[in-house]
Structures are given as structure tokens and as C-alpha cells.
């Protein structure tokens, strides 16, 4: 980042001669020279100026601190050195306020090395402010970016447990039907669960041709048809008398009450596995062509489950990268406004006083005047501690007169 200075003065003499003085400052610095008021504010209105050097009198009864008020309004964070034939006249309260931090003297020692210190010296402390407002602006623009994102991930991520079925998975079980004249079917889809105490607790999911998720009674997986598909790694299919409960084999309310299935299993992987069901056909049953069609149709939707599942398993990830982003920056903005020393180095000061005779009522009053100072230094600079030491001390001798020296 570089920085932008600005020198306003109506002498032309003197804008040349601060240009040619600031073109020794390291690389990098931009520096742009005007005669008057009008002049700055315009080009403050269309780029930054980090550093303002402006004379106290600009002529056309102007002066740099009226102008330095209406800069404040483009630019912020603008801050300002002022050069006046006065400066041990000047009251630095209002002029710190809208951004003053330095005087230069005409009528003192002003050279190219008073001049170029002071320069350094706001620059020094513009750069660490500059850069810390520069990161707050990215945080902030990457935050909204991030939470921009962050509704459409999880629309698009708004997917079924244990996995999603895609509409491919339901027309293909549609086609079984159609292609081998089943009179009905499901897709069944379990997603076993991590916790070894509780092996009947894995989810079932039931999808007819229809599509609609069924909720209905299950029955754990080693006793399911898919679970025997499974085994055999080959289709299945039974006919009447089908298993009853309490025999090895136990059948789903969905199964139940038919005269033939044909069980194709699915492995889909991560613990998910599922099976392609048909069920009863009219006339002669099942053939041995309708075993292949069921076998490549559960082949395809293993596939297609997959990398629903992969896919799933992006979008998870994807949320989670962007909650953690969401955190980062709160994190790195919480440290960006810390303004506070360590808690302990309070404490030490804290006890530091109380030990000099303070009461801790009176050290916690010290303790707060401290903060307040700190952040008048860290807002203002230097300049508006010495003007706030200045009054404390004006404030005790007018209170040593008031009440007696103590």
C-alpha cells in the first residue's frame, strides 16, 4: 500500500519546493500539489489522501483548518500536518480533533530535515492504522462474500438422511418396473450407525416409485433381504411361503403380504447399502432376464447414490469451511479492536497502586483514566496526550488553590 499526499498552498514557489523534498521519501509515495480549496477538495473526492500538508493561510480569506473540516468529509481518516507562521499560537483541541497532528513554523527553523522528520513521523504512525483499516475492509468484504454463499450452499445441501436419492435413482427403479413388469417396487437405502451400543439404531430410508420417502417399521439390517443380497453378492428371489417374523430373515410392513421379490443389493459405500426390490409379477414371475435387469439396475443406482453421497459429502465439507472462515474473521476482528493491555498487566498496576497507599476504589478510577489516555493516544497521537497532561495539570493547581496544597 502506498500512501497519497497532499500539499495545498497558494504559493507556487512553496508546492514546488515541499514536492521536491517529498520525492526523497522512500518509494512508492504519491504526492499531488494544489493551489486552494477548491482544487484539494475535488481531488479528494476522486482518490485517497492519507497525509494532508496545508497552509494556514491559502489567501481568499481561507485557511487550512476550514479546509482541513470539509477534507474530513471525503476523506475520514485523513491526517494533517499545518504549516502556519504561528504555531505557538495555535489551540491543538479542535485542530486534533478534525485530524491535525503536526505544526511546521515558518517563522522557526522549517527545512528540508524538520520538514522530511515530520513527514516520517506520520507516516510512520498512518501505515500500521492504514494497513489495520485495510484488513478490517477485506475481512469485512470477505465476510459478506462468505455469507452471501452461505444460504446457497445450503439449499443446494438441503439433502436426506442417510443420503440423498436423486430423481435419476427413482426413474431407474420406475424402468425396472416398466421393463420387467413388476407390479410394484422399492429402493431401500441404510446407513449404519458409529455407535457399536447401539447396532439397531442405523437409519432406514424407503423410496417407492413414487419417489415420496416412507417411514414405516424396520428391522435390523443382518436380518433384512438387503442384507442377504449383500452376502450372496448376487440378486435373490424368493417366492411364497416368504419369511416370517421371528425367523431369520425378517421383512419390512412393505414387503410383507407379497407372493415374489426380487432383491438386487447395493454397496454404496461410507456404511451406506441398499437393495432394489420388485415385487410380484403377474403370470409366469420373475425370469432370469429380469435377475439381469434388476442386478444392472441396482449396479446403476449404487453409482448414482455414490456420488450423490460424495457430493453430499462436498457440500458438508464446503459448510464447514465456510463456518470456519465466518469464525476466523470474527476472531481476527476481536483481535483487531483489542484495546485493552493483558489483564494481568492491569492487575500488576492495579495492586501496584493499592500497595502505594490507594484504596482499590481509587485504583480501578486510575486504572479507567489510564484506558481513556490510551485511547485518546491511539486515536489522536501524541500531541492530544500532552494537551490532556497540560489540562490535568491546570486542573491540580486550580484545586491546590481551591482546597490547599496537599
Not at 473526492?45 to 481561507?62: E, K, M, R, V
Not at 407372493?259 to 415385487?279: D, P, W
Not at 489522536?380 to 497540560?390: M, S, Y
Request: with cysteine; net charge negative; charged share 25%.
Amino acid at each position: 500500500m502506498s500512501e497519497a499526499i497532499l500539499v495545498v498552498d497558494d504559493e507556487e514557489s512553496v508546492r514546488r519546493t515541499f514536492t521536491e523534498w517529498l520525492a526523497e521519501l522512500v518509494p512508492g509515495v504519491t504526492v499531488s500539489s494544489v493551489a486552494d480549496a477548491e482544487a484539494a477538495l475535488r481531488l479528494a473526492s476522486q482518490q485517497p489522501i492519507d497525509l494532508a500538508i496545508l497552509d494556514w493561510n491559502l489567501g481568499s480569506g481561507s485557511d487550512g483548518l476550514q479546509l482541513l473540516e470539509d477534507l474530513v468529509e471525503f476523506q475520514p481518516d485523513i491526517t494533517a500536518i499545518l504549516v502556519t507562521g504561528f504555531a505557538h499560537q495555535a489551540t491543538p483541541l479542535q485542530a486534533l480533533r478534525m485530524g491535525v497532528r503536526d505544526y511546521l513554523d515558518k517563522n522557526a527553523d522549517l527545512t528540508r530535515e524538520t520538514f522530511l522528520a515530520a513527514v516520517r513521523r506520520q507516516l510512520a504512525r498512518i501505515r500500521p492504522l492504514k494497513r489495520q483499516r485495510e484488513l478490517q475492509r477485506s475481512l469485512a468484504a470477505f465476510r459478506e462474500a462468505v455469507e452471501q454463499i452461505v444460504p446457497y450452499v445450503q439449499a443446494v445441501a438441503v439433502l436426506q438422511n442417510p443420503v440423498p436419492v436423486p430423481e435419476a435413482v427413482r426413474d431407474l427403479l420406475r424402468w425396472a418396473i416398466r421393463i420387467t413388469r413388476a407390479s410394484d417396487g422399492i429402493l431401500c437405502v441404510y446407513h449404519e450407525s458409529r455407535d457399536d451400543d447401539v447396532e439397531q439404531t442405523g437409519q432406514w430410508m424407503f423410496y417407492p416409485p413414487d419417489g415420496e420417502p416412507v417411514k414405516t417399521q424396520a428391522v435390523p439390517f443382518r436380518q433384512s433381504l438387503a442384507a442377504l443380497a449383500l452376502s450372496r453378492q448376487e440378486p435373490i428371489l424368493l417366492s411364497e411361503p416368504l419369511p416370517d417374523s421371528g425367523q431369520t430373515i425378517q421383512l419390512f410392513p412393505l414387503e410383507q403380504g407379497r407372493k415374489t421379490v426380487l432383491v438386487a443389493a447395493m454397496a454404496i459405500g461410507n456404511g451406506i447399502v441398499g437393495a432394489i426390490e420388485l415385487f410380484d409379477k403377474p403370470g409366469e414371475g420373475f425370469t432370469a432376464d429380469d435377475v439381469q435387469v434388476a442386478q444392472a439396475t441396482a449396479d446403476v443406482g449404487a453409482d448414482l447414490l455414490r456420488r450423490s453421497l460424495a457430493e453430499r459429502q462436498g457440500h458438508s465439507l464446503l459448510i464447514d469451511a465456510l463456518a470456519a472462515a465466518l469464525k476466523a474473521t470474527d476472531q481476527v476482528q476481536n483481535l483487531l479492536h483489542e484495546d485493552r493491555p493483558p489483564p494481568e498487566v492491569l492487575e500488576h498496576i492495579k495492586q501496584g497502586l493499592v500497595h502505594a497507599g490507594s484504596t482499590p476504589t481509587d485504583s480501578e478510577a486510575v486504572l479507567q483514566l489510564l484506558e481513556e489516555v490510551r485511547s485518546l493516544f491511539r486515536q489522536h497521537g501524541c500531541r492530544a496526550v500532552e494537551h490532556c497532561t497540560r489540562m490535568i495539570r491546570d486542573l491540580r493547581q486550580l484545586l491546590d488553590i481551591s482546597w490547599g496544597s496537599r
